[in-house]
């Protein structure tokens, strides 16, 4: 199967950006899509096809993705952004794959 | 609006059965595949099932394979998954997600529901 590694957490203090991590064997050739959780909440798509926004989505959250990592970034960071953050590929091995989750703490 | 609202959730023993319900609206349901991912407490996402939009193709992940079957009437706007033999590891939040696809192929998941719990315990 294909193994999506993200750093457990992440902690970043309010205004600055947040980095969180993908990481996969050629990830690059793939389409890397992120969703947002907040606690008791169901996941959020924020990023798509690596680095489009859905509508409702603030220009703060972007992405990029190259190699054997894709990156989730969240600019100016604010207190509701804490939340759990999942990548997620589709690979033939294990269809729709989801990374194990980073929890991002604003500090 | 799109509304995803899952139902049938509970608490079941090991080996018994449970069908989980999904009602959509605020969209052409059969325009689009539909999916089942779960959470386990405190655990992260697990894609378990997936269903093209005429039922022509369907997936499972190999944990639920022989075991789990998903269905859908699309008269009716509603998305089902067929639990059986379950198991205690089964138990989770099972959410119903919508693909932006018609089938199954390399994409994702614009809409999810609130989710539905299934504890497996005796």
């Known amino acids: 199967s294909y193994v999506l590694t993200q750093p457990p957490s992440v902690s970043v203090a309010p205004g600055q950006t947040a980095r969180i991590t993908c990481g996969g064997n050629n990830i690059g050739s793939k389409s890397v899509h992120w969703y947002q959780q907040k606690p008791g909440q169901a996941p959020v798509l924020v990023v798509y096809d690596d680095s489009d926004r859905p509508s409702g989505i603030p220009e703060r959250f972007s992405g990029s993705n190259s190699g054997n990592t894709a990156t989730l970034t969240i600019s100016r960071v604010e207190a509701g952004d804490e939340a759990d953050y999942y990548c997620q590929v589709w690979d033939s091995s294990s269809d729709w794959g989801f990374g194990g989750g980073t929890k991002l703490t604003v500090l | 609006e799109v509304q995803l609202v899952e139902s049938g959730g509970g608490l079941v023993q090991p080996g018994r059965s449970l069908r989980l319900s999904c009602a959509a609206s605020?969209?052409?349901?059969?325009?689009?595949?539909m999916h089942w991912v779960r959470q386990a407490p405190g655990k992260g996402l697990e894609w378990v099932s997936g269903i093209s939009w005429n039922s022509g193709s369907i997936g499972y992940a190999d944990s639920v394979k022989g075991r789990f079957t998903i269905s859908r009437d699309n008269a009716k706007n509603s998305l089902y998954l067929q639990m059986n033999s379950l198991r205690a590891e089964d138990t989770a939040l099972y959410y119903c997600?919508?693909?932006?696809?018609?089938?199954?192929?390399?994409?994702?998941?614009?809409?999810w529901g609130q989710g539905t719990l299934v504890t497996v315990s005796s």
């Open positions: 605020g969209f052409t349901f059969d325009d689009y595949a």
């Open positions: 997600a919508k693909d932006i696809r018609t089938g199954l192929r390399p994409s994702y998941f614009d809409y």
